[in-house]
């Protein structure tokens, strides 16, 4: 029943490995997004996809690259990872561009050894 | 820069308080304001704002926009320690489409 699921909900990795977090919502929403919140609770915007198509890619890294399978799924792969990756991961949807609110996933808290 | 400011950073009140949330923004393009409140996890979403002046109620919680003098406010009356959380404020950005978040006010009520 959960409308934004995201997976896993914590990782724990060493730096300099790749990562991959997923996120999948069912509510039939056409815009989803990563936003990172670091220690302060300070959520950015990262990426936003619309119907599988990148639309907002926020001086991100390259290091860090999303993908869309459907308009249902949007995964996060990180490569290199550095100790500055660590933070807590938010996947959200809304049902389009223009209609707010975001809908956000429980998080994904990623600590780099 | 979009920037979006909230005061106070931390509020620390007892039960059965009324609270006062401050939310202040400067962006290129508004096009509405939204007020999550985020406990151990996801932000779930209270109020949008759209139109100046027109309040918005959910029981002991309510919000208001001013678009002349740029803010809006968050009350939260008779205050429970369920209410304990952090309260964001983000304005979404017309044309940008994105929403751009304040740091965020971390409210404790003491029973």
């Known amino acids: 029943d959960t409308a934004v699921s995201q997976t896993p909900k914590y990782l724990v990795t060493q730096m300099g490995n790749d990562k991959s977090i997923k996120c999948e919502q069912n509510?039939?929403?056409?815009?989803m997004y990563w936003y990172k919140q670091d220690s302060k609770k300070f959520l950015k915007i990262m990426f936003s996809?619309?119907?599988?198509?990148?639309?907002i890619n926020e001086t991100v890294p390259n290091r860090f690259s999303p993908k869309s399978p459907d308009k249902a799924h949007l995964n996060l792969h990180i490569n290199s990872l550095e100790l500055g990756d660590s933070a807590v991961y938010f996947c959200?949807?809304?049902?389009?561009?223009?209609?707010?609110?975001?809908?956000f996933g429980d998080g994904t808290r990623l600590s780099i050894l | 820069e979009d920037k979006v400011v909230q005061s106070p950073l931390s509020l620390v009140v007892h039960e059965g308080d009324t609270v006062t949330l401050n939310c202040s923004y400067e962006v290129t393009n508004f096009r509405s304001l939204l007020w999550y409140k985020q406990e151990k996890k996801a932000p779930t979403f209270l109020f949008m704002l759209?139109?100046?002046?027109i309040e918005k109620k959910s029981g002991r919680l309510s919000s208001i926009l001013d678009k002349k003098e740029l803010f809006s406010i968050l009350n939260i009356t008779a205050t429970q320690t369920g209410d304990s959380a952090v309260y964001l404020c983000?304005?979404?950005?017309?044309?940008?489409?994105?929403?751009?978040f304040g740091q965020g006010t971390r409210l404790t009520i003491n029973p």
């Open positions: 509510l039939g929403h056409d815009t």
């Open positions: 959200a949807s809304s049902q389009d561009l223009n209609n707010q609110p975001q809908h």
């Open positions: 759209t139109s100046s002046g």
């Open positions: 983000a304005v979404v950005i017309q044309g940008a489409q994105k929403l751009v």
């Open positions: 996809y619309n119907n599988k198509e990148l639309i």
